[in-house]
Structures are given as C-alpha cells and as structure tokens.
C-alpha cells in the first residue's frame, strides 16, 4: 500500500485524487491532508481518511493532537505536516507560488513528487531540477507525454506536441475579448476546473505554462515544443519520434485517469473512465495556434525562453491580474496589458534560490496591484 500527503486536499485536483483513493482503499492510504484555508472541510476529510497529519497552511502557527491526528497551522505547520507524515508520495496540488516550496520539500523528504502545481516549474524550474527526485507530472497533457515515452522522461524524441482546447474564445480575435465577463469566460468548452485555471485555459496562459514545465521536465529546446489547438480534448498530447512516427494518448475528458495513474504507476487500475465509442462515429479536428489570438501564451513562451525570474514575475502578475478579472476591476484583456507592464519592468536575472524567488514574487504583485488600480480608478 502507497501513502499519500495531499497538499490542497479541498481543490479540483485534491477532491479527485481523494475519489481516486476512495475507490482504492486497498492500494492507497491518506497519511497527510493539507489544506489552504478551510479548516471546516479539512476536519470531515480528517474524520474520514484517519490520516497521521493535517494542516491548515493559513493562520497563525500552532500544533496539537486530535484523535490520532497531528494538527498544525500556518505554512511552516503545514511543511511540517508533510515531512513528518512519511508519505510515499507527495501529491502536490495546491495552486500558486506556495506550491513550490512543497515540491522542493517533496524531493529533500525522497517522496515521489506527484506535480499538479504548475507554479513549481514555472517559478522554480532551475531549483527543481538541481534537485535528485523522482517527479510524475499530474497534467493531463504531460502525463500523456510521459505515458508516450513510455514513463521516462530522458527518452529521446523529435517533437513535443502539446494539445490545447483552445478555450471558449478560440474562434475570436484577441481585439474583440474586452467586453467579456468573468462568466463567459469560465464556461470552459470541455473541463471543469478551479476559476484560475480556467481563466489561465482561455487566455492560453496555461498552455504557455505546460511549454515551459515541458522544457524542464523532459530536457526540451523550446523549438521542440509544439502547441495545436484540439478542440474536443480528446487527445490529450503527443510525443513525435526521429523516425516520423506519433504516438498520442487518447481519452474522454477526465482528471482521474492522469492522477490515478501518477499514484499507481507502473501499474494500471480500472477509474470508471467513461470509454471512447468506435461503434460511432466521430471526429478529432486539429488547429494551428495563431499566437497573435493569445498575447499571454506568447508573453509565457518569451519569459520561459528568456528563463531566470521573468516567468516568476508573470505568474506573481497574472494571479493579481486574473483576481481583479474576476471581481470586474479589469477587462480580460487587461489581464495581458498588466501581466506585460510588469514583465517588461522587471530587471532579469538568474534564478538561484526559492527567497529570492518569494522576494519577486512580492515585488511583482505589488507591482501588478498598482497597475490594476491604475486602470481601475481610471488614472
């Protein structure tokens, strides 16, 4: 039996890994529950996983025992949660810059490093991999990348392609978004995810971030990195070979299989994955991606090029920029112009150890709040 510290246990991707150990109760155990903030959800889940530790990464520090459960508070707490919990595999899927300092904790504790925070290569790509560990990508995209080279990350290929939905506005120009609300933009064509991501999935932002996690996870020159729009998220990525053959990796639209396969891997377990019907007809239709419709993919594609703490400072920007789409501050399209304002004012250097990292990371969301209020009070 595997054990597992799942960090954002009340998120998306937490609430399915637990769906995931619920229907495998003989093969996974919960041995570590860290959640954000919602202290109330995390003691049902306590109550039902019995894990050794828990935490609430928010609040003031503070440690103590209920039942046979080790509680803490405040991000220190939480980190000490997971390390004195043991667990095989750490399943980080918080979102955020805090991500990072969990994956980093992951690798020093000799856990599997089971990665659904983008954050953590994006931000902290060069910290990460300095480190020895072994690192299952959570991603629907990158596991399908991994499951086609066959669970090594270091095996050779020509290409990388990455397949994107193309979100809801992808038969829209960049020009005529500024008008749309922060409804139309979460109702995302194909997935059901946590509002950031999926305002990151209709600007591409998401898809610019899994290019550059696919530059470190599998050693890959950027122009070995290609995006296609696959609008019915059926094939979730692809991996083309020296010798012209493609291998891709097809499915309905589902988490489960991806963060099932992370904890189970190298074997397979039956996730009441819904299968493809070949007794129908159907279609998979492939669209070039035009990168002049999607500003933020291009901006996350030149700050991962350019490396060093640029693809901190758009993440720290972004999240602002998204938080203030949402309350209707900004239009979507100031999403951009604010990510890039701050970009382009932020000197770059190399990225060398995760304080400095935190240090941009403030610098860039107060540089970021400025730039909404700007737009927002009209100055």
């Keep these: 039996m595997k054990t597992i510290a799942l960090v954002g246990c009340t998120g998306s991707i937490g609430r399915q890994t637990l769906s995931v150990v619920r229907r ?5 155990k919960i041995n ?3 959640a954000n903030t919602s202290a109330a959800k995390l003691g049902e889940l306590v109550q039902e996983f019995q894990p050794l530790t828990a935490a609430v990464a928010s609040g003031a520090p503070s440690c103590g025992i209920m039942g046979g459960t080790a509680y803490f508070t ?3 707490g939480a980190l000490r949660a997971v390390e004195e919990s043991g667990a095989d595999i750490v399943v980080v899927a918080c979102g955020g810059f805090a991500g990072l300092k969990y994956s980093l904790l992951a690798l020093k504790m000799g856990a599997r490093l089971a990665l659904a925070n983008k954050e ?3 931000c ?4 990460v991999m300095r480190r020895h560990g072994e690192i299952v990508p959570v991603d629907s995209e990158h596991s399908a990348i991994w499951q086609c080279l066959h669970y090594e990350c270091t095996a050779p290929f020509k290409n990388l392609i990455i397949t994107a939905s193309g979100g809801p506005f992808r038969d829209k120009n960049f020009e005529e978004l500024d008008g749309v609300t922060p409804e139309q933009a979460l109702n995302h064509p194909t997935w059901h995810m946590g509002a950031k991501i999926t305002i990151d999935s209709a600007t591409l932002l998401n898809k610019g971030y899994e290019v550059i996690e696919a530059h470190y996870l599998y050693s890959a020159e950027y122009s070995r990195i290609k995006t296609v729009i696959q609008p019915q998220s059926i094939i979730h990525s692809m991996v083309e070979f020296e010798d012209g053959a493609i291998l891709a990796q097809l499915s309905n639209p589902t988490m ?3 963060i099932q396969l992370a904890l189970s891997y190298p074997d397979r377990y039956d996730c009441g994955l819904k299968p493809l019907d070949f ?3 159907f ?4 669209i070039p991606l035009d990168r002049k419709k999607y500003p933020m993919y291009d901006l996350a594609i030149t700050c991962g090029e350019e490396g060093g703490i640029l693809p901190t400072a758009l993440n720290a920007a972004s999240e602002e920029a998204v938080h203030a789409f949402l309350n209707k501050q900004i239009t979507f399209c100031d999403i951009w112009r604010v990510s890039r304002e701050v970009v382009e004012g932020t000197p770059n250097r190399r990225a060398i150890t995760y304080e400095q990292l935190a240090e941009v990371d403030k610098v860039a969301r107060a540089a970021a709040q400025k730039a909404i209020s700007k737009r927002y009070n009209g100055t």
């Excluded at 495998?24 to 996974?28: A, G, L, Q």
């Excluded at 902290?124 to 910290?127: D, H, T, V, Y």
């Design 124 to 127: 902290g790509g060069e910290l």
């Design 24 to 28: 495998n109760p003989f093969k996974f």
């Design 120 to 122: 953590t290569l994006v």
């Design 256 to 258: 489960e299989l991806p």
């Design 74 to 76: 405040g991000e220190e």
């Design 32 to 34: 570590c529950l860290v």
């Design 283 to 286: 279609s998979l239709d492939f």
């Design 279 to 281: 007794s129908k007809a």
